[in-house]
């Protein structure tokens, strides 16, 4: 079997809460909340769906083997010539 590749779906993690800023001491008190009646505003990395909360994903695909694979050493570097960044 040629090329031979495992996948790896992971679920990524939730971005930290955002830090209250710090009250200020000569700042008067915070006003309660007030709920308008609105739905919740899903947080970054999320969206809200049919009242489901849905995380973001990241696919992983690695080939491990290749039947077909011929080692041809510099041949990055012969295709593309001015590129900043060089695979390993």
Not at 45 to 73: I, K, N, P, Q
Not at 75 to 86: E, I, T
């Amino acid at each position: 079997l040629d090329p031979q590749i495992q996948v790896f779906i992971r679920e990524e993690p939730p971005p930290p809460p955002p830090r209250a800023p710090a009250p200020s001491p000569i700042s008067p008190a915070p006003s309660p909340p007030q709920s308008s009646g609105a739905a919740a505003v899903p947080a970054a990395g999320e969206a809200a769906v049919a009242g489901e909360m849905l995380r973001d994903l990241t696919t992983e695909f690695d080939v491990f083997a290749c039947d077909a694979f011929t080692e041809d050493s510099g041949r990055w570097l012969r295709l593309m010539p001015d590129a900043g960044f060089v695979p390993s």
